[in-house]
C-alpha cells in the first residue's frame, strides 16, 4: 500500500522564525512530489513539484529538497499567514498519495 | 473566477438518507477526482474520472457512486448515508491523469451524518 508520512505532526515557530518540516514516502511507481497547503476552511492548494532526488526548488521564502524516499520543506521568516497544514504528495501508479500533513501555526 | 467549485458547502442529514455533492471545473482539465478528509486531515482519494470515464477507485464502498455526464463535471451520490461517512469531501482536477499532475481542489464539501 502506498504510503506518505509527516514529521513533525505540528510546529509552532515564532514569527521570523524558520520553520522546518518533512515527509517520507512509500509508493510503487514514483513520478513526482508534490508540496500542498491547505489553509482552514478551503481546499489544498498546489505549491510546487519536484521530480527526482537531489531536485531542490525555490519558491519566494519556501524552500525544498527532494531526497531518496522523502522531501524536506523550509520557510524561512515565517508569518502568521503562513499558518495552514502543508501536505506532501507522491504518485504511485497514478494514484496519488497524501500524507496526514503537517500543522503549522506561527506566534507572532 | 472559480476554477473547481462544488455544491453544497455544508450538508448535514440523517443516518440512511441519500444525497449527492456536485462538483463543476471550468479549467478546461480532462482528469477529475474525489478525495475524503477525515477528522485527522488524512487525505484518502476515493474515484477518478478521465474523459467521463473511471479510471481510480479506491475501495470505496459501493454505496458511493460518481457519474460524470460531461468532463467538466463530477457529481458523487451516496446511498444510505452512515456515521462513518462524516467528513470533509474534496473535489479535484488536473490536466492529465497518466503522471501525478497538479491537482487544483475544490472548497470541499463538509458532511455530517447524524
Known amino acids: 500500500e502506498n504510503q506518505v508520512e509527516h514529521s513533525p505532526h505540528f510546529l509552532g515557530p515564532q514569527q521570523g522564525d524558520v520553520a522546518s518540516m518533512s515527509c517520507t514516502y512509500s509508493?510503487?511507481?514514483?513520478?513526482?512530489l508534490q508540496w500542498y497547503r491547505q489553509n482552514t476552511g478551503m481546499g489544498p492548494k498546489h505549491l510546487l513539484s519536484?521530480?527526482?532526488a537531489g531536485y531542490e526548488k525555490q519558491k519566494g521564502r519556501l524552500n525544498a529538497t527532494l531526497l531518496k524516499n522523502g522531501s524536506s520543506l523550509y520557510i524561512t521568516a515565517v508569518q502568521p499567514e503562513d499558518s495552514a497544514t502543508y501536505f506532501c504528495?507522491?504518485?504511485?501508479?497514478?494514484?496519488?498519495?497524501f500524507g496526514r500533513g503537517t500543522s503549522l501555526i506561527v506566534h507572532p | 473566477d472559480t476554477a473547481v467549485s462544488q455544491t453544497p458547502k455544508y450538508l448535514v442529514t440523517q443516518m440512511g438518507n441519500d444525497k449527492s455533492i456536485k462538483c463543476e471545473q471550468n479549467?478546461?482539465?480532462?482528469?477529475m477526482y474525489w478525495y475524503k478528509q477525515d477528522s485527522k486531515k488524512f487525505l484518502k482519494i476515493m474515484f477518478s474520472?478521465?474523459?467521463?470515464?473511471?479510471?481510480i477507485n479506491e475501495t470505496v464502498p459501493n454505496r458511493f457512486s460518481p457519474k460524470s455526464p460531461d468532463k467538466a463535471h463530477l457529481n458523487l451520490h451516496i446511498n444510505s448515508l452512515e456515521l462513518g461517512d462524516s467528513a470533509v469531501y474534496f473535489c479535484?482536477?488536473?490536466?492529465?491523469?497518466?503522471?501525478?499532475?497538479?491537482?487544483?481542489f475544490g472548497p470541499g464539501t463538509r458532511l455530517l451524518v447524524l
Open positions: 474520472y478521465n474523459n467521463k470515464e473511471l479510471i
Open positions: 504528495a507522491s504518485g504511485g501508479s497514478y494514484i496519488p498519495t
Open positions: 479549467l478546461g482539465h480532462d482528469t
Open positions: 479535484a482536477s488536473s490536466q492529465e491523469s497518466l503522471a501525478l499532475e497538479t491537482q487544483y
Open positions: 519536484m521530480y527526482s
Open positions: 509508493v510503487s511507481r514514483f513520478n513526482n
